[in-house]
């Protein structure tokens, strides 16, 4: 086996999640959870269709890492964290002119879990 890389681009993965393999992980680059609701039935689904998935995230800065983390823990309550908010070991190049850099900082949870099963950081 070697590695296939999968992109779903121009739709919302929630939409087409029944259609497609499951996959090893599911990533979402910068993904802004905290700030679109666009992202809910997404969440929603990946605890329904993929409960045993890592979906990493990663985020601009670490305050915004935070405000992921919050948005997961409350649509997910029984979400599993393999980590927590953290600075990414390798961040990418900065964003505009500001403080904010691509991919600087990430999390990574298992979308589902047994009632009371779930874990922070």
């Keep these: ?11 919302l993965y929630h939409e087409v999640v029944d259609q497609r393999g499951e996959p090893h992980l599911v990533v979402a680059f910068n993904a802004g ?3 679109y609701d666009s992202w809910l039935p997404t969440l929603s689904a990946l605890g329904t269709a993929l409960p045993g998935t890592p979906v990493l995230v990663t985020s601009y800065t670490l305050a915004e890492a935070e405000d992921d ?3 997961v823990r409350r649509v997910l309550p029984g979400a599993r964290w393999l980590w927590g908010e953290e600075t990414a070991p390798h961040p990418g190049p900065p964003r505009g002119g500001g403080a ?15 009632p009371g099963g779930e874990g922070g950081p």
């Excluded at 904010?100 to 047994?114: E, K, P, T």
């Design 33 to 35: 959870l905290w700030g």
């Design 69 to 71: 983390y919050d948005v």
């Design 100 to 114: 904010q850099r691509h991919n600087a900082a990430w999390q990574c949870f298992l979308a589902g879990g047994a």
């Design 1 to 11: 086996g070697g590695l296939a890389v999968e992109a779903a681009e121009g739709c």
